[in-house]
């Protein structure tokens, strides 16, 4: 309350003109918003259906007075009909409720306490305070200028996505007002790695902060903001690796992969295994230092080590494919929020990573063969050399390349606690076994999605695989989607399974953490279904 009360005060300062902002003032102001709202949304949630919070009469009286401090930010314009009603149930709750006040006591840090006179104190501020507190100024609301009419359109379209349907209508539109206040800081990160040179317009990046907002209101997860903001970055660096490598290094090394291969293991060969200091083992190099940035994308010394290095044999395009994916293992791999990491946690991600990587030149290759077929313009082709069965493959090369095992990995790392999220094997099995079960069935779901972009772009998709062509007659394409999306939903339901026994048999902070996972990874996959938002090559 009396944070919140602070930060609206300081907002309303700048709005002024009072004091003169540092030069990173837009930063600054950014997060300071982004840390409202978030509290909005908490206070929000907190709400018992009596109009309470914690069926307290001093600590509801804290909530009222914190919506009344936020109520009048231009971040809130849309959702002030949801805060009046908050501050209404609420009010209507101190007015009626009959506990004693000598009998209860409210929790500060570790200890309770109880105090009549400060009680009262509370509950008239909030009884009686007026609800508009501050009228601001142009400055601050053409420093948010949110796009409303975006938000209403995006609020349409994901209304009718199935994990969606129980949600309040006001939690859709607070993800997407959080998202748009994560897109200018995203924005200036976005080509820090790859250079996107041959690529046409990323749509995707508009959908990504909100999957992550969107997922931590859905869960109650109340993730912390560095956490939300590492994992967009993430998100974005995965479509743009995924892009990457099929734009330039598969052109690149077309026809000899092999050597694609050599180069992506020789960024991890030599780095050894994590130490248990949470440093990723490397030969040679000293701890990194230069550009420890824990605030967005990460580069520091492997970036110098990788520029300075004389490979043999290396044309200048094949160097710059070498500095670029080694910029882009390093921001994962000696990522500077991992200090608290342990050493198994950050193997396992040095491994997901390297395993990622791989992955996108076998799929290449995989897309070679099926080129250099007779392809059908009428039908889906069939793949008719594939290196193993649909099975095999939807359950290795298919499941690592959507990112999802590897992403996984980094995000255990970023909340690694003292006792670490997996506390015994059953917790690390089970998760794992989650986690493959959602990598699969976001393949199957984005293939869904991206049939006739592969078509055209001559990749590999789930439906070209024979296990989807038998009989005498060609299957028309919505058959095959219709077969492929059945198989995504025994996926759902091997994953439904595994998160019912995590919750059994694991601890309630790793069942919050899978499932806030789940909701997001599952979010693209239901986008999918309804429209590709991958980019396309020019």
């Keep these: 309350m009396l944070l919140s009360r602070s930060l609206v005060e300081f907002l309303s300062f700048w709005d002024q003109g009072k004091f003169s902002a540092p030069e990173d003032h837009d930063v600054l102001v950014g997060d300071v918003l982004i840390m409202l709202f978030q509290a909005l949304i908490r206070v929000l949630q907190g709400q018992s259906s009596d109009g ?28 002030r009909p949801v805060i009046d009603s908050a501050i209404k149930s609420g009010r209507n ?34 009884l009686n305070a007026p609800t508009a507190t501050h009228a601001f100024g142009g400055r601050l609301t053409d420093f948010v200028n949110l796009p409303l009419e975006n938000i209403r359109v995006f609020k349409q379209f994901y209304q009718k996505l199935p994990i969606f349907a129980t949600a309040p209508e006001w939690s859709i539109e607070a993800a997407l007002v959080e998202g748009y206040l994560w897109l200018p800081q995203l924005r200036q990160l976005r080509l820090q790695i790859f250079p996107r040179k041959s690529m046409k317009e990323d749509k995707y990046f508009e959908y990504i902060p909100f999957t992550w907002t969107a997922a931590n209101i859905l869960e109650g997860a109340h993730y912390r903001s560095s956490f939300l903001k590492h994992m967009m970055i993430l998100s974005f660096l995965n479509y743009q690796a995924d892009e990457y490598m099929e734009s330039v290094v598969s052109t690149l090394f077309k026809g000899r992969l092999t050597e694609a291969r050599e180069l992506i293991n020789n960024l991890f060969d030599g780095r050894g295994p994590a130490d248990p200091s949470g440093r990723s083992g490397r030969s040679g190099a000293s701890a990194p230092t230069n550009g420890a940035n824990t605030n967005g994308v990460h580069r520091d010394n492997h970036s110098q080590l990788v520029s300075e290095a004389n490979h043999d044999g290396l044309s200048v395009q094949e160097e710059e494919v070498y500095k670029t994916l080694g910029n882009f293992v390093e921001h994962v791999i000696d990522h500077p929020s991992f200090q608290e990491a342990s050493g198994d946690d950050r193997s396992q991600l040095q491994r997901e990573l390297r395993l990622f990587l791989l992955a996108h030149v076998d799929q290449a290759e995989d897309s070679e063969k099926l080129c250099s077929q007779e392809l059908s313009h009428d039908y889906v082709s069939v793949f008719k050399r594939p290196k193993s069965t649909f099975f095999a493959w939807i359950k290795g090369t298919s499941s690592v390349h959507t990112s999802c095992p590897y992403a996984f990995a980094f995000a255990t790392c970023l909340l690694n606690s003292k006792g670490g999220l997996f506390r015994t094997s059953v917790d690390r099995y089970i998760g794992q076994a989650a986690c493959g079960h959602l990598a699969t069935m976001c393949r199957m779901y984005n293939d869904y999605g991206s049939l006739a972009r592969d078509r055209s772009e001559m990749n590999l998709n789930c439906l070209n695989f024979p296990e989807f062509h038998s009989g005498d007659k060609p299957k028309g394409a919505e058959v095959l989607k219709q077969e492929l999306y059945q198989l995504a939903e025994y996926e759902r339901d091997c994953l439904v399974l595994a998160v019912k026994r995590l919750k059994t048999e694991s601890h309630e902070e790793l069942v919050r953490f899978v499932q806030t996972f789940i909701n997001v990874t599952d979010m693209y996959g239901q986008i999918y279904i309804e429209r590709d938002i991958a980019s396309r090559m020019k």
Excluded: C, Q
Excluded at 57 to 79: F, K, M, N, Q
Excluded at 100 to 120: F, G
């Design 93 to 126: 709750f101190l007015s009626w409720s009959s506990v004693d006040l000598a009998h209860e006591y409210t929790w500060i840090e570790k200890v309770t306490y109880s105090l009549p006179t400060l009680h009262r104190a509370y509950v008239l501020a909030a």
């Design 52 to 79: 309470s919070w914690d069926g307290k009469t001093e600590s509801s009286a804290y909530a009222i007075l914190a919506l009344i401090s936020l109520r009048d930010l231009p971040i809130v314009t849309s959702l």
